[in-house]
């Protein structure tokens, strides 16, 4: 079966530090890959999403960067955090854009 | 511009009672639409995915419908639980572009 892996949970970093997030997904191959971003009280937020290695395509232009290294890792980065880039991110992954995403558990970034 | 829209945006009510929740779309070409639960903290887990041809879906006590005429789709849900608490969200998808999510429903059951 497949699982979907997202860490750290928790994660809270000065304004002006560096991001890493990382996202692996087990038991699938060429899966579609999602970051989303989910502020207080707001819907999630399509950020990045990737068809494929090395295939990244950005929603919405903002601080951050991802990559995808490998088939079934996706990297959320920011070279310099924002006190606004503070929320709950969420990979998730997909078979392809009209089939069901399994979400991760989330990482709760707080920039202080 | 596809849009997603859902109300209410929270409600309460107690233990045991049905409550229904709502989701109006403006996504063409309509392909599917999905019903999360996510809770609090947690990633979004799915709970039905009705495509254009099904009225009506169920997932235990979570009953979906969908009115691809109107562009509404409601969520029922039977005989809450106090584990029933959590935020629902619609997600509505065009073609094969990346689907639209609604900002969802706050749901708390007392008991």
């Known amino acids: 079966s497949q699982t979907i892996h997202q860490w750290p949970a928790t994660l809270v970093q000065p304004v002006g530090s560096p991001l890493s997030l990382e996202c692996t997904v087990e038991g699938t191959s060429n899966p579609n890959l999602y970051w989303y971003r989910q502020a207080a009280g707001r819907g999630l937020q399509l950020l990045f999403y990737s068809v494929g290695i090395g295939q990244i395509s950005s929603e919405v232009p903002q601080n951050l960067s991802a990559s995808r290294p490998q088939d079934r890792q996706f990297i959320l980065s920011s070279k310099k955090l924002l006190l606004s880039d503070s929320g709950f991110y969420l990979c998730a992954w997909s078979e392809d854009p009209l089939t069901e995403a399994f979400f991760g558990q989330g990482t709760r970034l707080t920039v202080v | 511009k596809n849009q997603v829209e859902q109300s209410p945006q929270s409600l309460i009510i107690l233990e045991g009672k049905n409550c229904t929740l709502q989701c109006n779309y403006t996504v063409s070409p309509f392909s599917n639409l999905r019903w999360y639960k996510q809770d609090t903290g947690r990633g979004p887990v799915s709970l039905t995915i009705m495509t254009f041809s099904e009225n009506t879906k169920s997932n235990g006590r979570y009953t979906a419908t969908l009115d691809a005429d109107t562009k509404q789709s409601s969520l029922h849900i039977t005989a809450s639980q106090l584990s029933d608490s959590a935020s629902y969200i619609c997600?509505?998808?065009?073609?094969?572009?990346?689907?639209?999510f609604g900002r969802g429903t706050s749901l708390i059951v007392h008991p």
């Open positions: 997600v509505v998808s065009a073609g094969s572009y990346i689907p639209t």
